[in-house]
């Protein structure tokens, strides 16, 4: 903008006849140079982003000898049938294996995770404080160490490779992030209303269910989003927990199908482009939404 | 501008902090009774939380003086064994080299490129609708799955037909063409390089998010100085967010000590050990060698250095910092 000013500028006082300054011309100059310069460089990245997620759609188009030799080349004739062939060779039982789990743990982990914030920011409660550190300090425990404990425990209940596998641990593991998400907007909000529906009779369940949630609309998008963006991009505990093929969720699966499909590349690109593009979807859907919960949950 | 300390806006373990100092006391007092049945708004999250992140927990450092095998069930106490074990083990100091090395380079290209880069678009992209197109765009590979962008650069970094060749031979580098992924003098880097790929673009939202809270009136202050719009990048932007990279360079960090996706779907570890990072080592061990107090102990030094990571971002997130 300031670039195209100082031309403007140069223009008007060439247009009045005077001799047009030397030193806003050459500033205008190494402006617009450093103007292109930073534009270029935003655009180069943008095509080094974009490149390969296209070049993923577009191999998936392709026949396997093509893939194998021009990696620039368009496919001849473009050929869907790889999708079919990909959701045949188990990314359609990934696929609804994935919708499960996620679907499950969002509605688990939002869940506790609101009882556990309107707990702590609502309702008088015992050694409040203690919980409240237990909670958000499952932040600072990475999942790796508890991997295999895990196993054990799981087995010991009879839940090792199963769906319930991932529900839980992908709710437990999520709970400390979603309930300071959500604690952190219900502390703003004023509780007046809380308490006027209180004296009016109302019990704490349905001020919770009526008024509360209501009035957390937006952080719980946020915390729904975000969790879907866990489940379903999930991948160290999935491989640990579940091993029956039947089960396995889309991150797993794509794995086994590439060192299965080594002679059917496109369907792999095909598996890879359909778990990719919900979560693309998604993220354009309620980017809004993902931003916030994002902001806010590294600190606001 | 005021200087107070703000634990409620100092991130999630700021609070583990503020809730050590200070009592959260809701707004009705109730009777004894009524007090302790409340506890059920919080117990099946509580529960869940201390049964399955902080018991195995606990449960991980006995097994890491143990000899374990999860598929016989036998468990005999070792003492320091696995601990000795892993002292004169190449692979494992090979795999924490490289998680050293994750975090080193993860930190350039995911806290200071990625602060840089959403300074110069906050502030060199005057239209509103191109900057929010550009930190979408660039956020767009965080949004896939790590399998799916691992997968992919497999695909690119392959010496038949892969994308990396393909360009290095149009531009006439033909000569540092390669199987990527099979050299072990590259592999890991190849590995390193997806990862800067997928998880620029999530810190630059972030540190986008940060700028556009800094307020307006700063800049027309810096404007009427007499400083340009790049300069003040670097005297304005960049100062007022320190937090901000602070915080990002050590969940960076913490992230780089946790990687394990990507490198089991690039490599698994190979070639010839040479991408191993702790978390595919402690799988290969665990799972592949049945070998799962070794296992466990390398979880002990994840752990260790995750948790130090957590302590230093609760001291920094809870000190005195400027709010406007």
């Known amino acids: 903008m300031s670039a195209t000013t100082a031309t403007i500028a140069t223009g008007v006082a060439r247009a009045d006849g005077r001799r047009p300054s030397t030193t806003l011309d050459r500033r205008a100059f190494w402006h617009l140079i450093g103007r292109l310069l930073v534009l270029g460089g935003l655009i180069g990245l943008v095509i080094i982003v974009i490149y390969p997620m296209l070049w993923m759609g577009i191999g998936s188009l392709k026949t396997n000898t093509e893939i194998l030799s021009d990696p620039f080349a368009l496919p001849a004739s473009p050929d869907l049938s790889s999708y079919g062939r990909a959701i045949d060779r188990g990314v359609g039982v990934y696929f609804v294996n994935s919708v499960i789990v996620t679907g499950a743990s969002v509605v688990f982990t939002t869940l506790l995770s609101a009882w556990a914030a309107y707990g702590l920011t609502r309702v008088t409660i015992p050694f409040s404080r203690t919980i409240l550190m237990v909670i958000v300090g499952g932040l600072m425990l990475a999942p790796t160490v508890a991997v295999i404990p895990l196993v054990k425990l799981l087995q010991a209940w009879g839940i090792y490779d199963t769906?319930?596998?991932?529900?839980?641990l992908y709710t437990a593991f999520r709970v400390p992030f979603t309930t300071f998400l959500i604690r952190s907007y219900m502390i703003d909000l004023p509780s007046s209303v809380d308490e006027a529906a209180f004296i009016d009779g109302a019990s704490r369940a349905q001020i919770f269910w009526?008024?509360?949630?209501?009035?957390?609309?937006?952080?719980?998008?946020?915390?729904?989003?975000?969790?879907?963006?866990?489940?379903?991009?999930?991948?160290?505990?999935?491989?640990?927990?579940?091993?029956?093929?039947s089960l396995k969720t889309l991150p797993?699966?794509?794995?086994?199908?590439?060192?299965?499909?080594?002679?059917?590349?496109?369907?792999?690109?095909?598996?890879?482009?359909?778990?990719?593009?919900?979560?693309?979807?998604?993220?354009?859907?309620?980017?809004?939404?993902?931003?916030?919960?994002?902001?806010?949950?590294?600190?606001? | 501008m005021s200087e107070r300390t703000t634990a409620e806006h100092a991130g999630p373990l700021g609070l583990v902090r503020y809730a050590s100092r200070v009592g959260g006391q809701g707004p009705t007092a109730g009777r004894t009774g009524r007090r302790w049945r409340a506890l059920v708004w919080v117990i099946p999250g509580l529960a869940l939380v201390l049964v399955f992140v902080y018991y195995p927990l606990v449960l991980n450092f006995w097994y890491s003086a143990s000899k374990l095998n999860l598929f016989t069930g036998e468990l005999s106490f070792v003492g320091l064994d696995n601990y000795t074990r892993m002292a004169n083990d190449p692979v494992f100091w090979r795999s924490l080299v490289n998680n050293v090395l994750y975090a080193g380079i993860s930190v350039v290209f995911q806290v200071f490129f990625a602060l840089v880069l959403a300074a110069v678009i906050e502030s060199q992209v005057k239209s509103g609708r191109w900057r929010a197109a550009?930190?979408?765009?660039?956020?767009?590979?965080?949004?896939?799955?790590?399998?799916?962008?691992?997968?992919?650069?497999?695909f690119i970094y392959q010496p038949e037909g892969g994308l990396l060749n393909g360009i290095l031979d149009a531009v006439g580098l033909d000569h540092l063409q390669q199987a990527w992924l099979g050299n072990s003098s590259t592999a890991?880097?190849?590995?390193?390089?997806?990862?800067?790929?997928?998880?620029?673009?999530?810190?630059?939202?972030?540190?986008?998010?940060?700028?556009?809270?800094?307020?307006?009136?700063?800049?027309?202050?810096?404007?009427?100085?007499?400083?340009?719009?790049?300069r003040q990048i670097f005297t304005v932007t960049i100062p007022l967010i320190r937090e901000m990279t602070g915080l990002m360079m050590i969940v960076t960090m913490s992230g780089a000590f946790q990687v394990f996706n990507e490198v089991m779907v690039m490599t698994s570890g190979g070639p010839d050990n040479s991408t191993h990072v702790l978390g595919t080592w402690l799988y290969r061990s665990g799972f592949v060698k049945n070998d799962f107090g070794y296992a466990a102990a390398i979880a002990v030094v994840i752990f260790v250095i995750t948790l130090a990571l957590a302590i230093v971002q609760v001291r920094y997130t809870s000190r005195k910092r400027v709010v406007w």
């Open chain 1, 163 to 168: 769906y319930w596998a991932l529900i839980l």
């Open chain 1, 210 to 245: 009526r008024i509360t949630m209501p009035m957390c609309k937006p952080i719980l998008v946020s915390a729904v989003v975000l969790q879907i963006l866990f489940a379903w991009n999930e991948f160290l505990f999935a491989l640990i927990f579940v091993g029956t093929e």
């Open chain 2, 188 to 230: 890991m880097l190849a590995i390193i390089a997806m990862s800067q790929w997928q998880g620029f673009g999530y810190s630059t939202l972030l540190f986008a998010v940060a700028i556009q809270r800094i307020p307006n009136e700063i800049y027309e202050a810096a404007s009427i100085d007499g400083v340009g719009p790049f």
């Open chain 2, 134 to 154: 550009l930190r979408s765009i660039y956020f767009l590979p965080s949004a896939m799955s790590l399998t799916v962008t691992g997968l992919l650069f497999s």
């Open chain 1, 252 to 300: 797993v699966g794509l794995a086994t199908l590439s060192s299965r499909a080594v002679t059917d590349y496109p369907a792999v690109f095909a598996g890879m482009t359909i778990a990719a593009v919900p979560m693309i979807v998604l993220f354009f859907l309620s980017q809004k939404y993902f931003v916030r919960g994002l902001a806010d949950g590294i600190g606001k």
